[in-house]
């Protein structure tokens, strides 16, 4: 459902949250932040699933090199 805290440090390089909150806007990856002030990422948001929609189906075009093993 959500990345890790682990796994958020992994994908941005980062371990304090303004500083992960900052890669993920410019790695164009969507979040939110929680009430603590940490970013929430989908782990959908990461792993390219098909997004479905009612007009069309389409993949997000930018796929994470950290997330292809």
């Known amino acids: 459902m959500f990345l890790s805290t682990q796994e958020l440090v992994q994908l ?5 949250k303004a500083k992960q ?6 790695m164009g990856i969507a979040f939110f932040v ?3 002030g940490r970013p929430v990422v989908t782990r959908a948001a990461v792993e390219g699933k098909l997004v ?10 930018w796929h994470p090199r950290v ?3």
């Open 34 to 36: 929680n009430a603590l």
């Open 21 to 26: 909150i900052d890669a993920l806007r410019r």
């Open 52 to 61: 479905v929609s009612r007009e069309r189906t389409t993949q997000p075009a």
């Open 12 to 16: 941005t390089g980062r371990k304090v």
């Open 67 to 69: 997330m292809a093993g």
